[in-house]
């Protein structure tokens, strides 16, 4: 028995089905030793798929549930956070000090909007260099392990298993109670990390989770540079309801001599917090020069992400990543554009070598302004989650939507929506409501109703009751404000021949509260909206059984049957936004090997040992953002 307890968690597992196999009964003691060699065989038979669905399925077990998670946020301000000390603690018990942790070569990134991208540009640029990079995001979009990437590649199925057991079981075997282990997001930090150890990588580009100074990644006691790029009201029940509060958590990551770089345009009065924290912490803080101001030569500026609000994130990226490189060559002195004043310094711009331009142009981030087409429907895919972010995510859709167009084509579009967490949908829908959307769909993120324990998507945080629940509400609100939005552009159009683009964002504001009590009996053919119970569903109803790729039957009778002008459409154009967990169940449903993230070195004059080229596929279906 002694052996069997030596086995590690995947082991027993495997054990425990092979016994039930054979007998249901108490293991006798003389099979102990045939047992093992006989569970040895099975285990070496088990596909990589299958090992690395049990890790994901042990994993799972560790997400907070939709209780827990409830009295953590009751709870905010009301006891000192523990998430730092207890992921040293759990560091500790895998093998990894603070003193190993300190000889890795960290860029640090906050922030509330583009902090993927930020650290998406910087890592494909260092990589372009040469550098062995490892890059910690999240949330995942489609699989676990693209949250932890070597030289930008998602770490292997066989790779992520093997690492993922030895973290597992050394915490396991050396827990104190039965609770006596980290939750999802801190069991990745730490198996990032250690990953990232063992790798022996050049650089770690590390994304916050939430908020900054009480965050797992915080373990990082020196960081070489930091980055904080544009902040947004989110997380409000952890981080506070106003961005000063937000920015203070945010800006937690400054560590006492080491720069820390942001962008300029930040709300309200939260750029005068970072630079109160930055003086407090003793480090400099510096604002990055516009995009615009670099120096390209005869290269035309372009980026592998589309959007404007792409610009501030890749100026963000080149600084850090510049300064990292000199940091490798010990040159510390940052260049400045304006010297001691009132405000931040503003760090130079500087001209771009070739390995910065391919940077900026290869990289690939999934989810975001994103375009990809299955048959006749055409996906615009952004997880915009805040207002600003929404904002930016309007305008390029409007843009690509229309660039997009055929001559003479027949257009049906379609948003497709979902919003998760503590945020308020409405502050999302109200911008959205004067997109004229011929359709909405409101839709849970789940890819399909048969998420199994096993899942990369499987969520545990919320029950499905719970999901429908919002879904409906998501569409009561949907249904006012696009009814509000008519009624208010009509009376806008008859006052004095005025437009509707004067008025005001804000509609509750403007138009008054107004007492409207719908419920799914309401007949709103005025407003078509429908609500499906999975992704899936939705995008079978959506194609009319014209895309060869979606296959199977809708698992609940929608309300009513797709409408003549959907079924007729020469091309649907489908705008999916509101959260990445939707971003990507849709991904998991129409690209489940996510190959739009596929990538290779681009930059050929070294040697080309890292692999990173950028799909033609991708810029087929996503142009570059060129100005």
């Not at 060699?37 to 690395?52: E, F, I, M």
């Not at 949330?139 to 199925?157: D, M, S, Y």
């Not at 967990?581 to 991904?587: K, S």
Request: glycine share 6%; aromatic share 10%; proline share 4%.
């Amino acid at each position: 028995m002694h052996q069997i307890v030596s086995f590690s968690y995947c082991r027993w597992r495997a054990f425990r089905a092979f016994r039930g196999a054979l007998f249901r009964g108490a293991m006798d003691s003389a099979f102990a030793s045939k047992g093992t060699r006989d569970l040895k065989r099975y285990c070496c038979h088990l596909s990589v798929d299958q090992q690395y669905e049990e890790a994901v399925q042990a994993l799972n077990g560790l997400q907070t549930n939709a209780a827990v998670l409830q009295r953590v946020r009751e709870q905010r301000g009301r006891s000192s956070n523990t998430n730092i000390p207890e992921t040293e603690a759990f560091l500790r018990r895998v093998g990894v000090s603070l003193d190993d942790l300190d000889k890795l070569s960290v860029i640090h990134i906050a922030g509330t909007k583009g902090k993927g991208s930020t650290c998406a540009f910087i890592e494909s640029i260092l990589r372009e260099h040469g550098y062995r990079t490892g890059f910690y995001s999240s949330p995942h979009l489609v699989a676990v392990r693209e949250r932890i990437r070597i030289n930008g590649q998602p770490i292997q199925k066989d790779s992520f298993t093997q690492h993922f057991w030895d973290v597992y079981n050394a915490l396991s075997a050396s827990k104190e109670s039965e609770d006596d282990m980290p939750a999802y997001f801190k069991f990745l930090t730490v198996l990032a990390l250690k990953v990232f150890l063992r790798e022996e990588i050049d650089v770690a580009v590390i994304e916050v989770g939430i908020g900054g100074e009480y965050d797992c990644t915080n373990v990082i006691r020196k960081p070489v540079v930091c980055g904080i790029t544009t902040l947004d009201l989110d997380h409000t029940s952890i981080l506070g309801t106003t961005v000063d509060s937000i920015a203070w958590h945010k800006s937690g990551i400054m560590k006492p001599n080491i720069p820390t770089f942001t962008v300029d345009q930040q709300p309200g009065s939260s750029l005068s917090v970072l630079m109160a924290r930055a003086k407090e912490k003793n480090c400099a803080l510096y604002l990055v020069p516009p995009l615009e101001s670099y120096g390209w030569g005869a290269r035309p500026l372009q980026l592998g992400l589309a959007g404007s609000v792409q610009y501030s994130n890749a100026s963000l990226a080149l600084q850090l990543s510049r300064y990292w490189i000199d940091f490798q060559n010990k040159d510390l002195v940052i260049k400045k554009s304006v010297e001691e004043g009132n405000g931040p310094e503003i760090a130079a711009s500087f001209t771009l070598n070739d390995e910065e331009v391919c940077g900026l142009r290869s990289v690939v981030w999934p989810g975001r302004s994103q375009m990809m087409t299955c048959d006749h429907l055409q996906f615009f895919i952004d997880g915009a989650h805040t207002v600003a972010s929404m904002q930016a995510c309007i305008d390029w859709f409007t843009k690509a939507s229309q660039f997009s167009l055929q001559q003479n084509e027949n257009v049906y579009r379609v948003l497709l929506f979902n919003s998760t967490g503590d945020r308020d949908p409405e502050t999302l829908l109200q911008f959205l409501a004067m997109c004229d959307f011929d359709l909405a769909v409101f839709t849970t993120n789940l890819a399909t109703m048969s998420m199994s324990a096993s899942s990369d998507q499987t969520n545990y945080t919320i029950s499905k009751d719970q999901m429908h629940l919002r879904c409906e509400r998501q569409r009561n609100s949907w249904i006012r404000l696009v009814r509000e939005f008519r009624k208010n552009k009509a009376v806008c159009e008859t006052h004095d021949g005025a437009t509707f683009e004067n008025t005001p964002v804000n509609l509750k504001e403007y138009c008054g509260e107004t007492d409207f009590s719908y419920s799914e009996r309401l007949p709103a053919t005025d407003v078509p909206s429908i609500i499906f119970p999975c992704i899936m569903d939705a995008l079978l109803w959506l194609s009319c059984g014209r895309c060869q790729s979606l296959h199977g039957e809708l698992v609940t009778p929608p309300a009513f049957p797709p409408p003549e002008q959907l079924r007729e459409a020469s091309q649907v154009q489908i705008l999916v936004t509101g959260s990445l967990h939707l971003v990507g169940g849709l991904l998991g449903v129409i690209d489940p090997g996510l190959s739009c993230a596929n990538h290779t070195r681009t930059f050929q004059s070294k040697q080309p040992s890292l692999t990173d080229l950028v799909r033609s596929s991708y810029f087929k279906s996503s142009p570059l953002g060129a100005p």
